[in-house]
């Protein structure tokens, strides 16, 4: 089957509309039949890892998926996989221990000067190695604004916090005015000095992003915006052309690679995809060793693989292509650099 059964026969007014793409981002274990094959889907196994971990996958990034290739980076990183249902030594459903450092529901606060706000429940796409695939499947208790008001509320009333960072779900899921009124109300804050948004957006639904929602990023500067590219297949002309719409309002563009195993553990794909980002004028920012998440064991490689991967690199690539490859710990602990050059080995500037 081809990837472009996924877009051939739709008007193009479809294709290009960002809410008709997430409309359809949901698929149930009979659409994933006709997409893989009934044999491959049959089974309680299939059942519970449904439930456990729904699928979520939007038309526009299905298209780039090489379907019957069991070896396609992109498919692996969207597909379930029976895998997630194993225990593995060393595995959490939090391992971050981000709701033991929740000073009111949907707001974390790991460092004293920052906190990072839940600010939506959905994701265009389940990516399977996600640190909080916990929440997939959790029904949410009361209203998202109500949470949001009171998250506000504790952000006022605590002047260490100079930087919010809205992640989720994925922030810019919700619509405009929603996002409008939640940047603005976060700008009105005193103390609040800058403002982050976390998004496989421009990734993974590159039509969302829309001149509209530009001009609405752009009136809450100063904001950053961190997203994921984690294979160079992702680098395509609307995902270029969503990254460049951003930059050209004044806001920078990062991307947080996750080291996976079958992805991108291998220092071509992350030579190709870090010199494709600069190309487009994303930074590579950090490459993250992938968090030890409950059902992710599949696509952690060792941190002594990542090491040598990043040794080649930092010989071969200029400074601005070099992202700081780091693992984050429970809690408090924060962000460790796990790569540290071999002495001698510079980077070109």
Not at 120 to 146: I, T, V
Not at 171 to 178: M, Y
Request: proline fraction near 8%; include cysteine; charged fraction near 25%.
């Amino acid at each position: 089957m081809e990837s472009a059964l996924f877009r051939e026969d739709v008007p193009v007014s479809d294709w290009s509309d960002w809410r008709w793409q997430l409309a359809r981002s949901a698929l149930q274990r009979d659409g994933l039949a006709r997409i893989l094959g009934r044999e491959t889907v049959a089974g309680p196994a299939w059942e519970r890892l449904l439930r456990l971990y729904p699928c979520r996958i939007p038309p526009y990034y299905m298209s780039l998926l090489r379907l019957g290739d069991a070896g396609d980076p992109l498919a692996r990183q969207a597909f379930p996989d029976p895998r997630e249902l194993e225990d593995r030594s060393g595995e959490d459903p939090d391992p971050l221990d981000e709701e033991k450092h929740m000073p009111v529901p949907g707001l974390i606060r790991r460092y004293g000067n920052r906190c990072l706000l839940l600010a939506a429940e959905r994701c265009a796409l389940h990516c399977r190695h996600c640190n909080r695939k916990r929440l997939w499947g959790r029904p949410a208790s009361g209203s998202r604004l109500s949470r949001l008001r009171r998250a506000l509320e504790w952000i006022a009333r605590t002047p260490a916090i100079r930087e919010v960072i809205l992640s989720g779900g994925d922030p810019l899921t919700s619509d405009d005015g929603e996002l409008d009124w939640l940047l603005g109300s976060l700008r009105a804050i005193p103390h609040v000095e800058v403002l982050r948004l976390g998004s496989r957006v421009p990734v993974v639904l590159p039509m969302r992003i829309t001149g509209d929602l530009c001009r609405i990023l752009q009136r809450h500067r100063p904001l950053w915006l961190n997203t994921q590219f984690n294979h160079p297949l992702e680098i395509t002309e609307e995902s270029a052309a969503a990254c460049d719409r951003i930059l050209t309002c004044g806001i920078p563009v990062s991307s947080q690679s996750v080291l996976l195993k079958g992805v991108n553990d291998r220092c071509e794909v992350l030579r190709d995809l870090f010199e494709g980002l600069q190309r487009i004028s994303v930074r590579p920012y950090y490459l993250f060793h992938c968090d030890a998440v409950k059902g992710t064991g599949h696509f952690r490689t060792s941190t002594a693989a990542g090491m040598e991967i990043m040794d080649r690199l930092w010989r071969d690539l200029s400074g601005l292509c070099l992202p700081r490859y780091v693992q984050d710990l429970p809690g408090e602990g924060g962000k460790v650099l796990l790569h540290r050059p071999t002495a001698g080995l510079r980077p070109e500037p």
